[in-house]
């Protein structure tokens, strides 16, 4: 299994811009599908993202839909959030996600699918 950590979590204004960083250790982190989570207090944990490991097929919350955007690039072993025009109903604790998988096209959207997790990195949307 991969290691994953998270970065670049934060305070912004709403419909600023902000930009979340996973990093994955090991050397098979192209052979996994990722996805991006998150959670505020009281609640269960919601997708957000998800991206195959080709990177050729990719899934978007409809809640974030047109304003993020997900990327990956697998010789650095990275995975990215760009967060676009924020709202304040944005903030939570964001968590990247990975599940090793053989089918490079194949994307999940469920937690419960995925084997690998940061612990999360806190994004705050506020003026």
């Known amino acids: 299994q991969v290691q994953l950590v998270e970065s670049g979590g934060g305070l912004v204004q709403p419909g600023g811009s902000l930009r979340l960083s996973c990093a994955a250790s090991g050397r098979t982190f192209g052979m996994y599908a990722v996805g991006w989570f998150r959670q505020t207090p009281g609640k269960e944990r919601e997708f957000v993202a998800a991206?195959?490991?080709?990177?050729?097929?990719?899934y978007d919350a409809d809640s974030v839909k047109g304003r993020f955007t997900i990327s990956r690039d697998n010789a650095k072993n990275t995975m990215n959030q760009q967060m676009n025009s924020p709202k304040p109903e944005d903030t939570a604790v964001y968590y990247c996600?990975?599940?090793?998988?053989?089918?490079?096209?194949?994307?999940?959207?469920?937690?419960?699918?995925?084997?690998?997790w940061g612990q999360g990195t806190q994004v705050t949307v506020s003026s």
């Open positions: 996600a990975a599940k090793r998988t053989n089918r490079s096209s194949r994307y999940y959207y469920t937690a419960d699918e995925y084997d690998c």
């Open positions: 991206m195959s490991w080709g990177g050729g097929s990719t």
